[in-house]
C-alpha cells in the first residue's frame, strides 16, 4: 500500500517504512541507543530527500527517548542538574546547527555535508569500538584481566578546570567548560545529522567523565530529547522540511520494534555488544563513502531557483 508524503513530495511503501521503524527500534532496544543514526541513512537511500530525512526522523526521536526518560525518572537514574547543563550547551549546538543546515541547504551543499560528516564521524566513532571490543576479547582469549570498570568520582586533570560545579548524583566536581562543549557538540550534530547523539554522549559520559553506569544513559536521553524537540520545531518553522506522515509511520513501527529489541539486548555481552555496534557504525559510514565516488544516475538536474526582489 502506497501513501502520499506531502513534503517529501513523492509516494512509499507503508509496510516498507513501518518495517524500517520496526527494525531501527529493535536495534535501538537492543544497543540502548537512539536510532537516529541508522533511520536517517535508510531514508536516504530510500529516496527521501536529505533535508526531509533528517528533519523528520527528529520526531521519531524526540518520541522513543521520551519513555527512556519517563522510566529512568521512576527509577531515580536521572542526574537532573548535570542534565540541565547538558540540555543549556545542547540547546546552543541545536540552534547552531539548524542554522548551519539552512545556511548549506540553500548553497545546495546539503547532501555533501550531509554525507561527509556521515562518513567521517561513522569512521572514527565505529574504528575505536572495533578497536577496544577486539582489545578486550584478546586479553580474554590470552587469560588476561581485564581493566576494572570506572568508578564515579575520579576525574582526569582536564576536567579540574576553572567554573567547576558539583553534581552529587554523578559524583562528579568538574569544570563545567568540557560539558558544555560536549553537549553543544551533539546538538549540533544532532540537528545537521539527524541523530540523537546517544551513541556519542553515552561513551563521553562513561569514560570521559567517568559518571557512574547507572545514571548515564537517563541523564544522556534527557539531553537528547530536550534538544532534539528544539531542533524538531527549528526545522519545522525555518526550513519547513519535517513530514507529519513520514513521522508518524517510524514513530509506530520504532515503539514495536523497541520493546522486542530491549528483551533481547537483557543477554547480550559488553564486548560482544561494543564489536555488533562497531560493525553497524562503521558499514553505515562506508555506504555513505561509496556515495561520494560512485556516478549518480543523474549527473545533472535542473531546478527552478526563486528570487526576491
Partial sequence: MQI????AEMSVSVLMILGLG?????????????GGFLMTPLL??????????VATQSAQIVASSTTSVLSALRRNALDLR??????AGGFV????????????????QLDLVIVVSYV?????????M???????????????TPLPPRQGGQHAPYLLWPLRMRF????????????LGLSLFVGFAGALLGIGGGFIMVPALLYIFRIPTSVVVGTSQFQIVCTTLVALVLHAVANQAVDIVLAILLIVGGVFGAQFGARAGRNLRAELFRFLLAILLLAVGLRFALELVMRPNEPFSITIQETRT
Fill in 168 to 179: 552529587p548524583r554523578s559524583q562528579l566536581y568538574v569544570s563545567v567548560i568540557p560539558i
Fill in 44 to 53: 536516504i537511500f530510500l529516496g527521501i530527500p536529505p533535508a526531509v530525512a
Fill in 4 to 7: 502520499y508524503l506531502p513534503i
Fill in 22 to 34: 520496526a527494525a531501527v527500534g529493535f536495534i535501538s532496544g537492543l544497543f540502548g541507543i537512539g
Fill in 82 to 87: 548535570l542534565g540541565g547543563m547538558l540540555v
Fill in 120 to 128: 567521517t564521524l561513522f569512521s572514527v566513532v565505529g574504528s575505536l
Fill in 93 to 108: 549546538g541545536s540552534t547552531l546547527g539548524v542554522w548551519f543546515f539552512a545556511a548549506a541547504r540553500r548553497a545546495g
Fill in 130 to 144: 572495533m578497536k577496544e571490543s577486539i582489545s578486550e576479547f584478546w586479553m580474554k582469549r590470552r587469560g588476561g
